[in-house]
């Protein structure tokens, strides 16, 4: 029989492996910042007030069936997806030129996108089968891509020394990069820095990308989650597109709509014209039917419920609110604590100016590890944490730690 000893035991998730040790440890006052889901207050999942109600529409609904979808997701919830993320005066949509296929989730998205390109990208013999990462990012960008044979190599992102965005490097890279090279963006709330470009910046990106013929591939996990409005958070992608740079989007509805276990996502790509956009969909569909068949069915209507009913719509914006609230309110009591309450050295003010679920604490490693071992506060060797890890209990013991190791 085969024995599989030539399979070499692979190492666990680091962030599964922290949460593992979390849940292992007594200490009455252990703190969990590892977590890349949302918290509410007292440190439970929060189901959104919106999704309950879109539920019980469900739920009531007499011709709910089981059915399959289309290969390409449900239409309702793929074109209001689209109108999302474009905004639902895109010129790009009304010109029938944006493809959009409902996926598993972001991640889903990504590896849609990342296949597609591996099939059908011309990848230029200079630059070859590659795609540029920003350092860091999220750790499963390098799966996804090598699983399709797209080398990922990195660009500068994240300078330790302001703890900010490295923007003159990157800005080189970009220049120097060859051209038609596919360079990754995080539409908004940088995962794992909290660090993104101002307008300005963004601005200059995309006249470098224009000026070289890059491809933009936007991954975009957390719309509204934020600033605390859809709007301002997909401004980038819009940004690009009235420019008309060639490029994709990634959506993921995990954490704004904290649906993460439904994985419902969507995978975007704006094509030239409408013929291109048809000749796009016909292979996503191709791509797609191969390795899932069609896509799951919950998470398309509960998002396509609230997309599509202005009331749930405004329900939903309402929950966006309050979870981006609660975690600015975090960062600006995280903040007031070390600077004013404890006079920890060293400035702070990143911890107010990044954005989204995470922020660069600016902590070394061996800083990180004596969070998790000496104070019980689980937190990855990056020196990142999870604001929504963060509540009104436990952000003094989190501050007084912090404040320990660093001095
Ligand atoms: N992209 C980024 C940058 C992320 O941080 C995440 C989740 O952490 C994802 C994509 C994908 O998440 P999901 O597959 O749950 O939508």
Redesign the pocket.
Known sequence: AESWNEVPLAPPDSIFKLTAAFKADQFPQKVNLGV?AYRDNEDKPWVLPVVKKATSVLLNDPNLDHEYLPITGLPEFTSGAAKLILGSDSPAIQEGRVTSVQTI????A?HLGALFLSRFYHFSPEGGRKVWLSDPT?VNHFAIFGNVQIEPVTYPYYDPQTIGLAFKPFLDTLRNAPSKSVFLL?ACAH?PTGVDPTRDQWKEICDVILEKGHYAFF?C?YQGFASGDLDNDAWAVRYFVSRSVPLLV?Q?F?KNAGL?GERI?ALHVVAPTTEAAARVKSQLSVLSRSEISNPPAHGARLVSLILNNPELFNDWKRDIETMANRIIEMRRELHRSLTEELKTPGNWDHIINQIGMFSFTGLNAEQSKAMVEKAHIYMTGNGRISMSGLNTHNIRYVAESLDKVVR
Not at 105 to 108: F, H, L, R, V
């Open positions: 890349g989730s972001g991640t889903g990504n999220w995080h995962n991954d996990a990634c993921s995990a993460y996502g």
